[in-house]
Antibody, heavy 118, light 107 residues
Framework: QVQLVQSGAEVKRPGASVKVSCKAS????????IYWVRQAPGQGLEWMGI????????RYAQKFKGRVTMTRDTSTSTVYMELSSLRSEDTAVYYC???????????WGQGTLVTVSS | DIQLTQSPSTLSASIGDTVTITCRAS??????LAWYQQKPGKAPQLLLH???VLESGVSSRFSGSGYGTEFSLTISSLQPDDFATYYC?????????FGQGTRLEMK
């Protein structure tokens, strides 16, 4: 069965970087794009960007350009999202999701809480 | 960037009611709109894609319509498990975005 399993919670200082992983299983890793969404406490969903695991092309939301980097490791079927220059407003649960192009996203990771605090 | 505006932000209803949530896009997105349900502490769950296509395993009490810039999600015969937050999402050209969400609460 398809699964996206994310890495565990992180606590970071302002100005630091965080790298969250999303390990895919149960399907051919390079067949589907994966994207990242975050959700601040009590707030809505915010789309961050998307990566094509097949050729590593990425597209980022304008808000995060220059601060976010999405990469992948095909040997472990894992996608990574790194966010730099963290500030308190980046405190959120970060989700990865499998994209099916015309059919939207059917599988999501369990979420990773990133807390930015001094 | 394409902006999605959902209304209402909060909706109060009773078991058995039929409710409708709307989602307006700032420019045409053809049919590239999905609806998700999210419960506290959980990841979103896909309900419909391409505006009106019901995801496998989702109750037929959920239905969607719309094209271009105006879309709606209708939930008929509300059940206790339906009280949650609902989001629309456009997924066109790999620059996606979400509406701000509609919280469906029990009256």
């Amino acid at each position: 069965q398809v699964q996206l399993v994310q890495s565990g919670a992180e606590v970071k200082r302002p100005g630091a970087s965080v790298k969250v992983s999303c390990k895919a299983s149960g399907y051919t890793f390079t067949n589907n794009y994966i994207y990242w969404v975050r959700q601040a406490p009590g707030q809505g969903l915010e789309w961050m960007g998307i990566i094509n695991p097949s050729d590593v092309t990425t597209r980022y939301a304008q808000k995060f350009k220059g601060r976010v980097t999405m990469t992948r490791d095909t040997s472990t079927s894992t996608v990574y999202m790194e966010l730099s220059s963290l500030r308190s407003e980046d405190t959120a649960v970060y989700y990865c999701a499998r994209d099916r192009e015309a059919a939207a996203s059917d599988y999501w990771g369990q979420g990773t809480l990133v807390t930015v605090s001094s | 960037d394409i902006q999605l505006t959902q209304s209402p932000s909060t909706l109060s209803a009773s078991i058995g009611d039929t409710v409708t949530i709307t989602c307006r896009a700032s420019q045409t997105i053809l049919r590239w709109l999905a609806w998700y349900q999210q419960k506290p502490g959980k990841a979103p769950q896909l309900l419909l894609h391409r505006g009106s296509v019901l995801e496998s395993g989702v109750s037929s009490r959920f239905s969607g319509s719309g094209y271009g810039t105006e879309f709606s999600l209708t939930i008929s015969s509300l059940q206790p498990d339906d009280f949650a937050t609902y989001y629309c999402q456009h997924y066109k050209n790999y620059q996606y975005s979400f509406g701000q969400g509609t919280r469906l609460e029990m009256k």
